[in-house]
C-alpha cells in the first residue's frame, strides 16, 4: 500500500471549516484513500473513503485530486469534540489489511 | 449497542504471566483483526481473520496467538508477557473483501509491571 505524509498538528477555531492535507503521490489505480481519527483514549474511528471522486457524508467531505496524488479532508464546521488525530491511509480494496499502518497522523485541536 | 466489544479495558499484569484478551463483534461482519499501538502512536496490524481462518500473521512473537471461536469473536492470548508488551490492544472488524471501512473497539491498554 502506498504511503502517506500528513502534517504533524493542525489548529482551527470553533466554528470554522478544518481542511486536512495529506499526500500520497505513489498511490495506484486500485487504492482507496481512507481517513480515520482517534479521539483521547478511544479506538480509530472511521469518516470517509473515497476512490477517484469527491465525497461527502454526514461527518466530512473528501476532496480528491484529478491526479490522485494529494487529497484534504474537510470539517465544514469544526467543534471542540473534533479535537483528535486523524489519519489518511492508502489501501486496496481487497485486502484482508495487510500492510495497514496507520502513522502519526495530523493532530487536529480545535480551539474556542 | 457497541459494535465492537473488547474485554478488559485495562490489564496490569507481571511479566511473565499469560493473559487473553476478549473481542465480540455484533455486526456481522466476515473479518476480524488485532493492532498493537506503540508508545508512539503508530497503529499495526497483528494478525487478521477472515471466517475464523487465519490471513495474516504479522511478524509477532509466537507468544501472541489469536483464536477464533465462531466469525463473531476473536481472542488474543499472551503467553509469558514481557515488558515491550505493555501497549494499547485494538480490535476491528470489516466486511471483507470490499472497499467497506473497518469498525475498532475501544482499546485494551496492557501495563506490564
Known amino acids: 500500500d502506498a504511503k502517506t505524509t500528513q502534517p504533524p498538528s493542525m489548529d482551527c477555531a470553533e466554528g470554522r471549516a478544518a481542511n486536512l492535507p495529506c499526500n500520497h503521490s505513489?498511490?495506484?489505480?486500485?487504492?482507496?484513500v481512507y481517513w480515520y481519527r482517534q479521539i483521547h483514549s478511544q479506538g480509530p474511528q472511521y469518516i470517509i473513503h473515497?476512490?477517484?471522486n469527491n465525497e461527502t457524508n454526514e461527518m466530512a467531505s473528501l476532496i480528491i485530486t484529478e491526479d490522485r496524488k494529494s487529497s484534504t479532508l474537510i470539517l465544514p464546521h469544526a467543534t471542540l469534540r473534533d479535537t483528535a488525530v486523524y489519519y489518511c491511509?492508502?489501501?486496496?480494496?481487497?485486502?484482508?489489511?495487510?500492510?495497514?499502518?496507520f502513522g502519526p497522523g495530523t493532530r487536529l485541536s480545535v480551539l474556542p | 449497542d457497541t459494535a465492537v466489544s473488547q474485554t478488559p479495558k485495562y490489564l496490569v499484569t507481571q511479566m511473565g504471566n499469560d493473559k487473553s484478551i476478549k473481542c465480540e463483534q455484533n455486526?456481522?461482519?466476515?473479518?476480524m483483526y488485532w493492532y498493537k499501538q506503540d508508545s508512539k502512536k503508530f497503529l499495526k496490524i497483528m494478525f487478521s481473520y477472515n471466517n475464523k481462518e487465519l490471513i495474516i500473521n504479522e511478524t509477532v512473537p509466537n507468544r501472541f496467538s489469536p483464536k477464533s471461536p465462531d466469525k463473531a469473536h476473536l481472542n488474543l492470548h499472551i503467553n509469558s508477557l514481557e515488558l515491550g508488551d505493555s501497549a494499547v490492544y485494538f480490535c476491528?472488524?470489516?466486511?471483507?473483501?470490499?472497499?467497506?471501512?473497518?469498525?475498532f473497539g475501544d482499546g485494551t491498554r496492557l501495563s506490564i509491571l
Open positions: 505513489t498511490i495506484s489505480g486500485n487504492e482507496y
Open positions: 476491528a472488524s470489516s466486511q471483507d473483501p470490499s472497499p467497506l471501512p473497518q469498525h
Open positions: 491511509i492508502v489501501r486496496v480494496a481487497r485486502n484482508y489489511g495487510q500492510n495497514f499502518v
Open positions: 473515497g476512490l477517484k
Open positions: 455486526l456481522g461482519h466476515d473479518t
